[in-house]
């Protein structure tokens, strides 16, 4: 199990804070806004209301001993900016980063940023996954090591219920299935008893790896 940071906690901050806490790691959540983080501290291990951008808070809260800490902190860019250099200089092995333009992830890059994150023109990558596979609709990066992506059901789960594919186990409980979409109906959060019928889409979120064994 991996520790996180997320710090800002928008639309996209808030959505990689959930995922990450319900694939069952451990998750710190940051933002200067307590209307913010009240929101996300339903589902997050620990989540607090601090100004990234000071050390003297960063320190207290023990951010150094997380694995990876994302900074979602998209409409301020010298917050963003200072926010980075100061996880890096307190010694976060990987930080990723949310950036608003090429001259926003460039100065990212130049403080420390192991990645720098651009949700626009990341659609990208999305476009790039469909290319190179068939059954793969649809993808979008959350995090280095994790993913939601729309794949086409394999042949072979076709009249099977998720309870008798039992795939969480099968693939180490790093992937969940979050939707099945069967034409122009959409069940979210199935049940186990739901069945998959041929040419169905699977809605799923996990490990790059999983995900990339799930296809056909």
Do not use: W
Not at 23 to 30: K, S
Not at 157 to 173: I, P, S
């Amino acid at each position: 199990m991996k520790q996180y940071a997320v710090i800002g906690l928008g639309r996209f901050g808030s959505s990689v804070a959930r995922t990450l806490s319900d694939l069952g790691h451990e998750v710190l959540a940051i933002d200067i806004d307590e209307e913010r983080v009240q929101q996300v501290e339903g589902f997050v291990t620990h989540a607090v209301q601090a100004d990234a951008t000071d050390e003297s808070a960063m320190m207290s809260l023990g951010i150094r001993n997380v694995d990876v800490a994302i900074v979602s902190i998209g409409e301020n860019l010298e917050a963003s900016i200072l926010a980075t250099l100061i996880l890096k200089d307190l010694g976060v092995r990987y930080v990723a980063c949310k950036a608003t333009s090429e001259l926003h992830g460039k100065v990212l890059e130049r403080v420390g940023a192991d990645r720098v994150v651009y949700p626009e023109r990341d659609m990208g990558v999305r476009v790039a996954h469909n290319l190179v596979s068939s059954s793969l609709i649809d993808y979008i990066e959350l995090s280095p090591d994790y993913s939601i992506a729309e794949i086409v059901a394999r042949p072979e789960f076709a009249g099977k219920t998720l309870r008798e594919l039992n795939l969480r186990a099968k693939y180490d409980y790093a992937i969940n299935i979050i939707a099945i979409r069967s034409g122009d109906a959409v069940r979210i959060s199935p049940r186990a008893d739901d069945k998959i019928h041929e040419n169905d889409i699977l809605v799923v979120m996990g490990s790059n790896e999983a995900i990339k064994k799930l296809q056909p």
